[in-house]
Antibody, heavy 118, light 107 residues
Framework: EVSLVESGGGLVQPGGSLRLSCAAS????????MSWVRQAPGKGLEWVAN????????NYADSVKGRFTISRDNAKKSLYLQMSSLRADDTAVYYC???????????WGQGTLVSVSS | EIVLTQSPDFQSVTPKEKVIITCRAS??????LHWYQQKSGQSPKVLIK???QFISGVPSRFGGSGSGTDFTLTIDSLEVEDAATYFC?????????FGQGTKVEIK
């Protein structure tokens, strides 16, 4: 059974940094693109970034470009999101998701909450 | 960026009723339109991929149709467990985008 478990969320001050992790199990992690998707409290879903199977290609939403960096370690079956220059509007639950069948978000983690506030 | 607009935003439905949710794209996404269900306090779950393709394990009362810019998610004979928010998602053009969501409440 596929399992994705996010960690690393928490309360951070505006301008601060945070690194999210997503640990995968029950899946051939290195064979799939992976995405981060976020959801502000009571709001809809916003795609944040994705990364190719071997890490050679990365894409970002304009809202995070230059501030967030997606990466992965296939040996550790882990996905990461390094977030810097955080703003209040980055407050959200951050989900990692496995892309399948050409970018369908097939499996999702349970999410980790990031709160940006002074 | 492709904007996805869902209709309606909210629907209150009696069990066994049929539910129709629409998703309109600001430009053609071909068939690269997918539907997700998110129950309260849970992460999203994919229901339909590529506009109309079924996902293993998803009840057959969920169906999808459409192509280009206009898509529909249909729930035949709504069950109590279907209370959730439903989102469409396009993977035709980066950045991937989602509809604003349709909340389905059980009367």
């Amino acid at each position: 059974e596929v399992s994705l478990v996010e960690s690393g969320g928490g309360l951070v001050q505006p301008g601060g940094s945070l690194r999210l992790s997503c640990a995968a199990s029950g899946v051939t992690f290195s064979s799939y693109w992976m995405s981060w998707v976020r959801q502000a409290p009571g709001k809809g879903l916003e795609w944040v970034a994705n990364i190719k199977e071997d890490g050679s290609e990365k894409n970002y939403a304009d809202s995070v470009k230059g501030r967030f960096t997606i990466s992965r370690d296939n040996a550790k079956k882990s996905l990461y999101l390094q977030m810097s220059s955080l703003r209040a509007d980055d407050t959200a639950v951050y989900y990692c998701a496995r892309e399948s069948w050409g970018s369908v978000l097939e499996y999702w983690g349970q999410g980790t909450l990031v709160s940006v506030s002074s | 960026e492709i904007v996805l607009t869902q209709s309606p935003d909210f629907q209150s439905v009696t069990p066994k009723e049929k539910v129709i949710i629409t998703c309109r794209a600001s430009q053609s996404v071909g068939y690269k339109l997918h539907w997700y269900q998110q129950k309260s306090g849970q992460s999203p779950k994919v229901l339909i991929k590529y506009a109309s393709q079924f996902i293993s394990g998803v009840p057959s009362r969920f169906g999808g149709s459409g192509s280009g810019t206009d898509f529909t998610l249909t729930i035949d004979s709504l069950e109590v467990e279907d209370a959730a928010t439903y989102f469409c998602h396009q993977s035709s053009n980066l950045p991937w985008t989602f509809g604003q969501g349709t909340k389905v409440e059980i009367k």
